[in-house]
């Protein structure tokens, strides 16, 4: 466990006011609200202008609705295992959607001077989500000048297609009943043409699979071992024939991609620190180092030649560094943060004992605490980092 304190003292009797600056901004491209299906995966991207010399020292995205207002992440860091920021705080990611996700999402971007900008963006639940159609059209090129337009008519399995019994637009077929013949017959002054297509229903294939039980990335402790476990499908009377496990090296500038074998079943590895076993499915890494941090994929194939390949991220794990304290005078609230750390779980104290609904409340991520009233004695901010290796370690 890795533990770090930050204590501070402060009793304010005045506040000074800052003055907002226009040289930075940050905007939603489209503001109008976002309309998303429970479960899906949720994508707010923000643009962020700044004015040369000016630097972002924080990226904020937090979230407003009927259960109050949460800290989503922070400077790249998100708060739990299905939020993700890329392009440097710009975009927020949110896999599986569920109720507490929609609501009021905004956007705060600080910069080193102290200025701080804001946008907002609505997400709402689609209550009615659209129907998707396919649709097959017919077209007939023309020679030269033509005073008509071709008049379309439609057959599916030799029987004439009208409103009634299909959507029909002219030249458009929206199949409703899928068939196995349509015919499409044009005439116009230039002549009658036909044209036909036979549509064959192929088998479904029934294939060996393999995924990972998380699709989340796993953290590692250097010189622990890392074990990943795989869980492969396989059809009634199919048998798996052949696993590989590889190694994708994070890319290093102008390096490019290096991809490793690291082992194969039957039995077959690349060195001594790996190995494989129940039948291909658990890869054990031992002595984890810093250099094994990547993209490792296992592809397992059976005997009817079928094959199904599944990706896994593995970063170190990294202890907690640089706690500092922000605060909020205007808000009667303290920012607690650190520069890197994997997982760390936030606690507040007020004169060296746990804070009360007397004192104030703590936001949902912990790096919050919000007073009752002013700003005044000993806060205590205590990180508690522990490894979180959802692959598992030994």
């Known amino acids: 466990m890795k533990f770090v304190q930050f204590w501070v003292f402060l009793c304010l009797l005045s506040v000074e006011v800052l003055h907002v600056s226009e040289s930075i901004t940050v905007k939603f491209l489209n503001r109008e609200p976002l309309y998303v299906e429970p479960g899906r995966t949720l994508v707010l991207e923000a643009e962020f202008q700044l004015q040369p010399n000016e630097q972002i020292m924080f990226s904020t995205w937090e979230r407003e609705n009927s259960d109050g207002e949460v800290r989503l992440a ?28 929609y609501g009021l999402y905004k956007v705060i971007v600080t910069a080193t001077d102290g200025i701080q900008v804001t946008d907002y963006r609505s997400v709402i639940e689609i209550t009615n989500p659209s129907t998707p159609s396919l649709a097959m059209k017919c077209s007939v090129p ?15 399995d030799g029987v004439s297609v009208t409103n009634e019994t299909a959507e029909l637009d002219g030249s458009l077929l929206r199949l409703i009943n899928l068939g196995r ?32 039980p998380s699709q989340q990335p796993v953290y590692v402790v250097s010189g622990q071992n890392l074990v990943l476990q795989a869980e492969i499908q396989l059809p009634s009377g199919d048998h798996v024939t052949k696993v590989t496990w590889e190694h994708e090296a994070e890319e290093k500038r102008n390096s490019g991609k290096i991809t490793t074998m690291l082992a194969e079943y039957p039995a077959r590895s ?35 030649g079928g094959q199904s390949s599944a990706r896994c991220t593995v970063h170190e794990y990294e202890a907690v560094h ?13 920012h607690c943060m650190e520069a890197w750390g994997t997982d760390p779980v936030f606690r507040w104290l007020h004169e ?5 609904d007397a ?3 703590v936001s949902a991520d912990g790096t919050s605490l919000y007073l009752n009233a002013a ?3 000993h806060f205590t901010c205590m990180l508690e980092a522990w490894p979180s290796c959802s692959g598992g370690t030994q």
């Open 352 to 356: 060296k004992v746990a804070v009360t």
């Open 181 to 212: 013949n349509y015919t499409c017959v044009t005439d116009s002054s230039q002549g009658t043409g036909k044209v036909e297509v036979l549509m064959k229903v192929l088998p479904s294939c029934v294939c060996v699979s393999v995924r990972f």
């Open 142 to 156: 023309t020679q030269g000048a033509q005073w008509d337009s071709p008049r379309f008519s439609w057959q599916v």
């Open 375 to 377: 700003l005044c004695g």
């Open 322 to 334: 640089h706690v500092s304290i922000m605060v909020n005078v205007s808000h009667s609230s303290l």
């Open 359 to 361: 004192v104030g409340h």
């Open 270 to 304: 690349s060195g001594e620190r790996t190995t494989v076993d129940k039948g291909g499915s658990v890869m054990t890494l031992r002595n984890y180092q810093r250099t094994d941090n990547g993209v490792y994929t296992v592809t397992v194939r059976d005997q009817k």
């Open 74 to 101: 922070r400077n790249n860091k998100a708060n739990n295992d299905r939020t993700f920021v890329e392009k440097d705080g710009a975009l927020l990611r949110i896999k599986g959607v569920i109720k507490s996700d």
